[in-house]
Each structure stands twice: as structure tokens, then as C-alpha cells.
């Protein structure tokens, strides 16, 4: 399905003019954007990553992921998020973790680490994104995929965002995109397929003492769809909903500086299951 399918304009995001995607009324595709167009602009980019990815495959027909390998319903019992102990991977490929284990718990750390890297800042760079989508999509997808994200993230829309055409804030500003799974869960899996739900938070917008755009947190639940090809799970397909979301905290707003300072001072982690 091409990006000129079921969408229309909706008067655009914070009046940007920006069109909002309508997807078919699938099981596959999202209830409701993970933000709403009364929202910030920038706290859109995240959610047109998923968008687009929903799109390019929202007619998949090459798979079929709802039955286990001995034809019985492939919908394990649902168990508590407590860590697996197992150790999360030590190789890296463009970056990012792999080398997954072909069990359940290896799917989990997979998706847990692919909705990281899915939803980042890095993303919208330009140079930085094919090896992004190379590494953690199935080969067959890519292409199209490369395609598609090229098309969303093009200069004007950077420029839209407050981001030059190499996708890099400003002087003085940072760019702010980091996704943290909070929990996983398989709700599907064959041993060469597998479902895989990741509950997450983040922290998204702009810094910087201008910027009109202030970092927020969001709350939102990817469902990815993955497949073990060449020795590791890459995803298939992917869609996303918003929360469970709890009560907003009393905690006291940072400083722009403090959130710059805190992004370039605190890295990442390799999440494991």
C-alpha cells in the first residue's frame, strides 16, 4: 500500500498543515495515533515511524504467525514480566544488539530493543536510517520501507520539526527521542515466528531556551511481528496503540539544560528479557 492510500487531511498537527494517515479498519491496524493532533508536532515524530511501518505492511500475507509448529493455537499463557535472568546479547550490528536466541525470551529482548532504536532520534537522520532499517527489518521489507520513511522524513518535514536536512537540531538545542520498554509479553509464537508486545515510555521534543516544543513523556504499546531469518529475529511488521498510561506525577518540570545535559550524560541499556 502506497502512502497516498486512505489518508486525508485533518487540518494538521498543531496547524502545520501536516496530514494525518487514515489506516484501514483492520485488526492490524492502530485504533488511535499514540498522540493526539492537539499535541505537539515534534512529539508526532515518533508516531510516524509506526504509521508508515503499519502502512508498507499493512497487506502482509506472506506469513502466518497465529499457529504454533505442531498445529495447536499459538498463544502462549500470558506470565508475569519478571526478568528471565538470562543475559542480554554482547554483539552489535550498525549499533544496535544482536545475535537473539531462537526461544521466546530471545524474541522478547529482540522487541524490546528494536522499539528502542525504532522510535529514537536517530531515525530522521538520513545517513544514519538505512542501517537502522537494514538491521532490524526482514530483507524483504526493507526496500520498500527505505522508501516510504524517505518520502515522510524529507527537508521540509525536518524543517517542520526545527531539524536541518542532515536531521540535526540546532545550535544550543537537542533533539530528544529515547524509548524505555517497561515490560514485554509473547502473545504469540512458533518458533520461527513470533508476537511480541512491548509496553513502553519515552521522552520526546526539543530543548533548547526557544524552542516551542518542550521534551514530554509518553506513554504507548508496540505489537511487533517478528520472524527469524539469518540467524536472527528481524521484524516482519509492526503497530502501535497508546498506553496504559498512569496518573501524571507531581514531579518538578527540569530545565531545558538539565534535559540536554541528561541525554548527553546518560546512555542506554541492552534490554534482555
Known amino acids: 500500500m502506497s502512502l497516498g492510500d486512505d489518508h486525508e487531511s485533518s487540518g494538521g ?37 509506526l504509521l508508515i511501518a503499519a502502512i508498507a505492511f499493512a497487506n502482509r500475507g506472506d506469513g502466518d504467525t497465529s499457529s504454533s509448529t505442531d498445529g495447536s493455537p499459538g498463544k502462549p499463557e500470558t506470565s ?16 544496535i544488539p544482536s545475535g537473539f536466541a531462537q526461544d521466546q525470551e530471545g524474541a522478547q529482548s529482540a522487541a524490546a530493543n528494536y522499539a528502542v532504536v525504532l522510535v529514537s532520534a536517530d531515525i530522521l537522520k538520513p545517513a544514519r536510517r538505512p542501517e537502522i532499517v537494514r538491521q532490524v527489518f526482514d530483507a ?17 518535514f525536518l524543517e517542520k520539526v526545527g531539524l536541518d536536512a ?46 516551542q516544543n518542550p521534551v514530554t513523556n509518553d506513554w504507548f504499546t508496540m505489537t511487533l511481528q517478528l520472524r ?43 534490554y534482555a528479557r
Open 13 to 49: 498537527y498543531g496547524g502545520t498543515g501536516q496530514t494525518r494517515t487514515r489506516l484501514p479498519d483492520s485488526g492490524d491496524a492502530f485504533g488511535d495515533p499514540r498522540r493526539r493532533s492537539s499535541r505537539s508536532l515534534v512529539t508526532v515524530v515518533g508516531v510516524v515511524v
Open 80 to 95: 508475569a514480566t519478571a526478568p528471565s535472568g538470562k543475559r542480554p546479547v554482547t554483539a552489535t550490528a550498525a549499533g
Open 140 to 156: 524483504g521489507k526493507v526496500s520498500e520501507l527505505e522508501k516510504n520513511l524517505d518520502r515522510v522524513y524529507s527537508k521540509a
Open 166 to 211: 542532515n536531521g540535526d537540531a540546532p545550535k544550543g538545542s537537542t533533539y530528544v527521542s529515547r524509548t524505555m520498554p517497561v515490560g514485554t509479553k509473547v502473545t504469540d509464537f512458533s518458533g520461527s515466528t513470533a508476537t511480541v508486545e512491548v509496553w513502553c515510555t519515552g521522552v520526546f521534543g526539543m530543548t533548547g531556551e526557544s524552542s
Open 228 to 270: 527469524w531469518t539469518d540467524g536472527d529475529w528481524k521484524v516482519d511488521s509492526f503497530s502501535q496503540k497508546e498506553g496504559p498510561a498512569p496518573v501524571n506525577g507531581d514531579n518538578r518540570v527540569s530545565t531545558s539544560d538539565a534535559i540536554s545535559k541528561a541525554v548527553e550524560e546518560f546512555g542506554g541499556f541492552t
